[in-house]
């Protein structure tokens, strides 16, 4: 059992791993760890996406960061200024690109209808944001009718 946020995310990254590598292998293998043990590890119903579990995470501790920039396919931005959430989504580019994933990594930034009440003004905050080349946006509306999403997507 974990006992620090490091070991907590050695933990669950030998675990996404371990996920990873059932669904996608097409043989059994064993595997030894600081925290799981698996023998004859295999699943014969895999994910229709294959290895591909899409995942979300956020944070900003380097160990977080590091953490998603191996295994995030979205990373949750967290609300601040533009030039705040454009620094940090650069922070994330470059964990990310140390697993060779820098083009794989997508932004959501959570906008709250109490801040911008309409999409239209979600727009105008992403031409007010100087965001990294090769950026576009995604405005989607959340479940509750009371928040929106802002996608950042990589062209």
Same mark, same amino acid.
């Given at each position: ?8 995310? !050695? ?12 669904? =996608?292998?097409?043989?059994?293998? #064993?595997?030894? @760890? ?6 004859? @590890? ?15 995470? @956020?944070?900003?501790? @380097? ?29 994330? !580019? ?8 820098? #083009? ?7 906008? =709250?209808?109490?801040?911008?009440? !309409?999409?239209? !003004? ?12 090769? =950026? ?5 509306? +959340? ?11 990589? +062209?």
């Amino acid at each position: 059992m974990p006992r620090n946020p490091v070991e907590m995310f !050695q933990q669950t990254d030998e675990y996404l791993v371990l996920l990873k590598r059932l669904w =996608s292998n097409d043989r059994s293998f #064993d595997h030894q @760890g600081p925290f799981y043990s698996v023998t004859a @590890g295999y699943v014969d119903r895999r994910s229709p996406r294959r290895a591909g579990i899409p995942i979300r995470m @956020g944070g900003t501790s @380097g160990t977080a960061l590091k953490f998603a920039g191996r295994h995030a396919d979205m990373f949750e931005l967290t609300p601040g200024t533009p030039e705040e959430v454009v620094k940090l989504m650069e922070r994330m !580019q470059v964990a990310a690109a140390s697993y060779g994933r820098e #083009d794989k990594m997508r932004f959501a930034l959570p906008v =709250s209808v109490g801040a911008l009440r !309409q999409p239209f !003004q979600i727009l105008r905050l992403q031409n007010s944001m100087p965001l990294p080349k090769k =950026s576009t946006f995604l405005v989607r509306q +959340c479940k509750s009718a009371r928040n929106w999403s802002l996608h950042v997507h990589r +062209c």
